[in-house]
């Protein structure tokens, strides 16, 4: 609010009831009011009147700034109900709505003096009757005053609300304080009575000015009988997260927006370690309280819920500040009262006290806020030597907590140090009213399961395809049937020749008499065939003589219209189905032209099935076609998936089958090599890559690989060979020498590890040329963590964290390179230590859908449900996406479908199961739209749908995963139970005992 606007807020006194006096009801009233620090504004007096009509109002005219918007309100003034901003949810946004400007309540009215607090004297004939007492109805005793309160304006714009924040501040107590303190009335003769006033001060971004001090006024010292807390961990800041969707009785989605919840910082999602404190800051802690916990001690209280205002530009640098991990200064100050401020306190700097507190949860996804216990120190001001650097850092020199936490306890003396000494702590609870993070809302899956099926648009000239396919077959089939009975014919006429002994004698009158006679009766092939001697032609008259004759012979005989007739109905097939002409012909020419077409197609057909006949099976050449490729790469895609979920049996049996159909594919080899090798089958990857280099010797990969895993083996000489033999080959490949250089890193020799060093800096310079306009470079890798993703790929671990250490000296902590350690860590089994590291990576940054994708996958593999569902769901609020969503969409889905109890189907599905479906089905659906290939999505959109018992959509979904995967016992599982559903039990009975064949395993369908 970069310009000030004026606001007129205006209060009218209606009335007053039960108003007594210490002489009764004959009492004279007025009323004074007073808003923050405005002048006041009295009422005329009303004579002799327990129930006075005031009919008062007040009006005050304010320039509504960031001073005045500071603290707005209490909670027992209830005048914070003018920002309260209802929100509205759309599909795209929550937008905010107007507030109500009008407030009418009865506020009951708090005397000073406690005298006038005694109910007032009851009738005489009621003062030893119980019963006539409670004639007396208690609510009128109660003296109130009835108000009217309302601004003439918004003190905020709806939009401007949207852009900014509230912070919700409690300030409980600090405690325990000084025993000097005293609670005896102040006089100001005597400065050791309570004269004091106690604030608490801190500094916040602003939107005009750099930053803008709130204080909370009006702290009250008193006694107290509650123990001191001596545990350190109970000082600790707690993470307030917002509680999970509940669902309402009508299954419908409960608003969670302004409700918090605490939750113990046990974990990343609330449930595990991982609140401020579990990070390496060494906060101050009390030492051990010299109190019991039997004795009373003396605190300042507050108990006040206060309201502010943060502007948008004030948010981005909040943010800023969080993200910079500079902590928040809180100052605890006693203050002589305004109207004891002639008097000096010499003891001002002795009590004033203050405390750094870390507010990084806030960064954290679903973190709506923080409160705790913090321990309280005293403020010095000592002046400081540079040379110790042990100077309290100031506002123009900010630092971080760990940072300033070490400095203070360097400057703070223990005998100076009353607070440290008391063991005092400060209570606040800060509670925002938006995530700091931006959230990404969901859109509502509106669509049917066919919707997202792609369409397969099959071409023209594959439309009749299969139809067209099997006349061309029976053409085939027609012309090899009748060759081989004029094979027969033609043998029956070269016997006769050869009998007579001259085929020029005999003429052709007495050629195959009687042969035609059994020619439909044969059944021999041209194989079984005897052979007869070759008798070649005596000249080239001659060898025409002899087709003359056996065309005479065919015509004469009537066998050349016999085949004629059989090979009639073939070749209609194959016109109608091949050429599908359905109009009539408009000319001459245009007949002419089909014809034509119909004769060179059957013909070239005719030379195909005939060379097929007599052509030497052994010589003919096999074709590669285009399912080879694709069935290479699907059978890799599936044994990913299946790596991926845990299934180290069926992603072998993929890899084995790749190989076994592609012994050729030096690729094959390699990814079974790897896969073998990240799943502690090393004696079988050493024989993958013996295969590869036996038929390839310079593959770059296998001689890197093998050189690898004597590497780890700790057999250094045949690493350094491989090593060198691929540098030697590929001089200007960068990862070799990476590689080369972290070898001679490990085995100690440092010269040459900064040499290979700097070649491979050199050659990646050379390859990436240095480009301000080129916004893909920033994400181009280093060459260690190039190094790192492919020696993780073999499970090299100690050549990998080489690489990352080096990353690290390099360039400093990196998220990526955390999120390989905790890779790293996960392939070895040490679930625990990659926790850490991506604990390590979520201190960098909080909203990176990477890390929290990676951490959701831990906790999957696991079993740990609960973690991974924060972690996934954590990902799906983050306005980014991560790489891997398919995997977060449909192992979240997953994860809803295993929290349904009623798996069986026996009874209906509560509100709460049928809204977990339906979150699950919205899941494996996108994940269908983001990939359309994963047979795994579509199998979870299937299952999601019978669960909601809409079977139709079920079979679309589970038809379309056996589409792309038909080999997955599982899917032909489901398929049969859908069948059985559906009585269906012919299709049902097919379906399971495919999957018995292929070996299924899911109890859950088996049930």
């Known amino acids: 609010m970069t310009e000030q606007k004026e606001v007129i807020l205006s209060v009218k006194i209606l009335a007053g009831k039960g108003i007594k ?54 909670c027992e003034t209830k005048i914070q109900n003018f920002l309260n901003y209802p929100k509205v949810e759309t599909q ?30 009851l009738p005489a004939n009621a003062k030893n009757n119980a019963t006539a007492a409670q004639v007396v109805n208690e609510e009128d005793l109660i003296p109130e005053i009835e108000v009217q309160i309302s601004l003439s304006s918004l003190l905020l714009d709806p939009e401007v609300v949207d852009n900014g924040n509230f912070i919700h501040l409690k300030v409980d107590d600090v405690y325990p304080v000084p025993e000097e303190w005293s609670l005896r009335e102040g006089t100001e003769k005597d400065l050791n009575t309570n004269v004091f006033t106690y604030n608490i001060n801190f500094m916040l971004p602003a939107q005009t000015t750099p930053e803008r001090l709130i204080t909370i006024p009006m702290g009250l010292l008193l006694q107290n009988d509650i123990a001191v807390p001596t545990d350190p961990a109970l000082t600790a800041p707690v993470p307030i997260y917002l509680s999970k969707p509940q669902t309402a009785s009508n299954g419908q989605l409960l608003s969670t927006a302004p409700v918090a919840i605490e939750e113990q910082p046990s974990s990343i999602d609330g449930k595990e370690q991982m609140s401020p404190s579990s990070e390496k800051t060494e906060a101050v802690k009390p030492t051990e309280i010299l109190h019991t916990s039997s004795g009373t001690f003396k605190k300042v209280s507050w108990n006040f819920s206060y309201i502010i205002w943060v502007p948008p530009d004030a948010v981005i640098k909040l943010k800023e500040k969080l993200i910079q991990k500079l902590p928040l200064e809180v100052e605890f100050v006693r203050e002589l009262q305004p109207k004891f401020s002639q008097a000096i306190d010499v003891n001002v700097n002795k009590y004033r006290g203050r405390t750094l507190i870390d507010f990084y949860s806030l960064l954290y996804p679903r973190c709506i806020g923080v409160k705790g216990r913090f321990p309280l120190e005293v403020y010095d001001v000592r002046p400081q030597s540079s040379e110790n650097n042990t100077s309290v850092p100031t506002q123009a020199a900010p630092v971080s907590v760990e940072t300033t936490s070490k400095k203070l306890t360097k400057v703070l003396k223990d005998e100076g140090n009353l607070y440290k000494t008391l063991g005092t702590t400060i209570g606040l609870e800060i509670i925002l009213d938006k995530f700091l993070l931006t959230k990404k809302k969901l ?125 009639k109905s073939a070749v209609v097939e194959v016109v109608r189905e091949r050429f599908r002409k ?66 180290t049996c069926i992603a072998t049996g993929y890899h084995k089958e790749r190989v076994a159909k592609y012994p050729e594919s030096t690729q094959a080899w390699f990814d079974y090599g790897l896969f073998c090798r990240r799943n502690g089958m090393n004696a079988t990857a050493r024989e993958c890559f013996k295969e590869i280099l036996s038929v390839n010797p310079q593959h770059t990969g296998s001689l890197l690989a093998y050189g690898a895993i004597c590497a780890e083996n700790e057999q250094f000489e045949k690493a350094r060979v491989f090593f060198h033999s691929v540098v030697d080959l590929q001089p200007n490949y960068v990862l070799p020498h990476t590689i080369l250089g972290l070898f001679y890193d490990i085995i100690g020799e440092e010269e040459e590890s900064e040499k290979y060093f700097e070649l491979a800096k050199k050659l990646h310079e050379s390859n990436n040329p240095p480009n301000s306009n080129d916004t893909n470079q920033k994400d181009e890798p280093s060459i260690y963590l190039a190094a790192a993703n492919f020696l993780i790929s073999c499970l090299s671990g100690q050549l990998t964290e080489r690489a990352l250490t080096e990353e690290m000296l390099s360039t400093g902590p990196k998220i990526s390179a955390y999120l390989l350690l905790g890779k790293l860590e996960h392939l070895r089994g040490n679930y625990e230590q990659s926790l850490i590291h991506m604990q390590d990576a979520l201190k960098m940054k909080q909203d990176d859908p990477n890390i929290w994708s990676s951490l959701g996958n831990t906790y999957y593999l696991q079993k740990n449900w609960d973690k991974a569902q924060s972690a996934y769901e954590t990902v799906m609020t983050l306005t980014q996406n991560s790489k891997n969503m398919e995997i ?20 209906e599905l509560s509100k709460q199961e049928i809204y977990l479906a339906k979150q699950a089905k919205t899941m494996f659906l996108n994940a269908c739209q983001s990939t359309p290939d994963s047979y795994s999505a579509w199998l979870g959109a299937g299952r999601a749908c019978i669960f909601l018992n809409e079977l139709s959509e079920a079979e679309d979904a589970l038809s379309e995963a056996n589409v792309l995967n038909n080999r997955d016992g599982q899917i032909w599982g489901y398929l049969s139970y859908l069948c059985l559903l559906m009585q269906r039990d012919y299709e049902a009975s097919q379906s399971i005992a495919q999957a018995f064949r292929l070996g299924i395993k899911d109890k859950e369908v088996l049930r």
């Open 21 to 74: 006096g210490l002489k009764g009801e004959h009492v004279n009233t007025f009323i004074r009011v007073q808003f923050s620090d405005f002048d006041f504004s009295d009422s005329q007096i009303v004579l002799d009147s327990s129930s006075p009509e005031f009919n008062f109002s007040y009006s005050i005219p304010m320039q509504v700034n960031e001073e005045k918007t500071a603290v707005l309100g209490t």
């Open 92 to 121: 795209q946004s929550t937008v905010s709505l107007p507030p109500e400007l009008f407030l009418q309540k009865k506020i009951p009215v708090n005397y000073l003096n406690q005298k006038l607090l005694a109910l007032p004297n």
């Open 443 to 567: 859109l509502p899956v509106e669509m049917s399961v066919r919707d997202y099926i792609p369409k397969r648009v099959i071409p023209q000239h594959m439309l009749y395809e299969k139809r067209s396919k099997q006349a061309d077959e029976e053409y085939h089939l027609k012309i090899q049937e009748i060759v081989k009975k004029l094979v027969i014919e033609y043998q029956g006429v070269l016997k006769t020749v050869l009998n007579s002994g001259s085929a020029s004698q005999n003429g052709v009158t007495g050629i195959g008499s009687g042969m035609f006679s059994n020619i439909d009766s044969t059944e021999e092939t041209i194989d079984n065939l005897l052979p007869l001697p070759f008798v070649p032609s005596k000249s080239l008259r001659e060898e025409q003589q002899r087709k003359k004759n056996f065309l005479f012979h065919l015509n004469k005989s009537g066998a050349y219209f016999y085949f004629k007739e059989q090979l």
């Open 582 to 647: 359905t109009s009539p012909f408009t000319s001459k020419s245009e007949l002419q032209l089909f014809m034509s077409q119909i004769y060179v197609y059957l013909t070239d057909q005719l030379h195909i099935s005939v060379n097929k006949m007599f052509q030497d099976a052994n010589k003919i050449a096999k074709d590669p076609t285009v399912s080879r490729t694709v069935d290479h790469s699907s059978l890799k895609r599936l044994a990913e998936d299946a790596e991926s979920n845990g299934d």
């Open 888 to 907: 977060v969409y449909v192992r979240l889905g997953t994860i809803y479908l295993h929290l349904i109890k009623n798996k069986d189907h026996k009874s």
